[in-house]
């Protein structure tokens, strides 16, 4: 029997290669690239608006080759800071810094910031901040509803807004309310706190139809010059429309379907819908009384459409004539797409 001596480069690797795979199992390393992370939620607990806060979230290459960090994206009033050194070799570690700056929220807020990596088992891992902002200038109420009012008719609805004692802090005025409300403010108490009882009033000239409106509070104060609050409600004459659009969403052409709207009446008047008209020959529109007001049967046919393109996207009016003098009219907005 004849017997080979390995020579001394085989001995060699023969060696490497035994210590390298004990090595690795003793470490607990996977194989490729493997991103571990120490906790992937933190919680800052209360924080004042307009504070920053940061947390670092640490993380290891639990994998045999190197773990690239590729990109890091961070949601709306987050900042987070990539390793400097985006290539972590097997066994180290490194971290994703995130701040959250709080100037523009209040409540409880949760932010993500996302993670991509070159693991292949992972290759996003998102990170989730937690926090409840408190909020320099507190209201009572975020919006002010004035509901359902009659056009014509004056209406106030108000709020109270709250600072901290021994705060600089003075509402001077109002931005962005397109003219709807007029307001008022009056200085008011409240346990511990400075206060103003904010008011707004319909004006008479408001129009017909649903408003909502994020308007600014123009503030004195030492750490904000603006606060939002909002304006909402429906102003109507006599026929009440939730939402005076129609949606046919995607029809194949050829078919023809029919869509409803229902229409409230205010019952201290009596007035009625006339006639239903639209310019666009491949609508039709029918009125039901159902004795607390109408409904409205709109129906599509798409054999009248006449387009080249595959997806004809329309968008029409249908005109409801009536006889109350405050609404002669009403536009119902009629959208959707034909498919071929």
Not at 223 to 246: C, M, N, Q, T, W
Request: proline fraction near 6%; charged fraction near 25%; glycine fraction near 8%.
């Amino acid at each position: 029997m004849r017997w080979s001596v390995p020579n001394p480069v085989q001995l060699g690797l023969l060696a490497i290669l035994t210590l390298v795979a004990p090595a690795r199992a003793q470490l607990g390393l996977n194989e490729g690239p493997l991103v571990r992370f120490e906790t992937r939620e933190h919680f800052f607990g209360e924080v004042s608006q307009g504070e920053h806060v940061e947390y670092t979230f640490e993380f290891q290459n639990g994998g045999t080759d190197t773990l690239k960090v590729e990109q890091v994206e961070s949601s709306c009033g987050c900042t987070a800071v990539a390793p400097r050194d985006r290539a972590i070799a097997p066994g180290a570690s490194s971290g994703i810094q995130v701040v959250f700056h709080t100037r523009d929220y209040k409540g409880e807020r949760s932010q993500v910031v996302a993670v991509y990596t070159n693991d292949p088992t992972e290759p996003r891992v998102d990170l989730v901040v937690h926090a409840t902002v408190m909020p320099l200038i507190q209201s009572a109420d975020d919006w002010l509803d004035f509901g359902e009012v009659t056009v014509g008719t004056k209406k106030t609805v108000g709020t109270l807004v709250t600072a901290d004692p021994g705060t600089d802090f003075e509402i001077l005025g109002f931005e962005g309310d397109k003219d709807l409300v007029d307001w008022n403010v009056v200085p008011a108490s409240a346990p511990d706190k400075i206060a103003y009882r904010v008011e707004a009033t319909l004006r008479k000239d408001a129009p017909i139809g649903r408003f909502s409106e994020r308007v600014l509070m123009k503030v004195k104060h030492p750490a904000k010059e603006e606060e939002r609050i909002g304006i909402r409600g429906h102003v109507f004459s006599y026929f009440l429309i939730d939402d005076p659009r129609v949606e046919f969403h995607t029809v194949k052409s050829g078919r023809t379907v029919s869509r409803s709207l229902e229409i409230r009446c205010d019952s201290e008047r009596k007035y009625h819908i006339l006639s239903v008209k639209t310019n666009a020959p491949y609508f039709s529109g029918n009125l039901v009384d159902t004795g607390a007001g109408y409904r409205l049967d709109m129906t599509l046919d798409t054999s009248k459409v006449i387009a080249e393109e595959p997806r004809f996207r329309f968008r029409e009016f249908a005109i409801l004539e009536t006889d109350d003098p405050g609404q002669p009219e009403i536009f119902i907005e009629l959208v959707g797409v034909v498919k071929k």
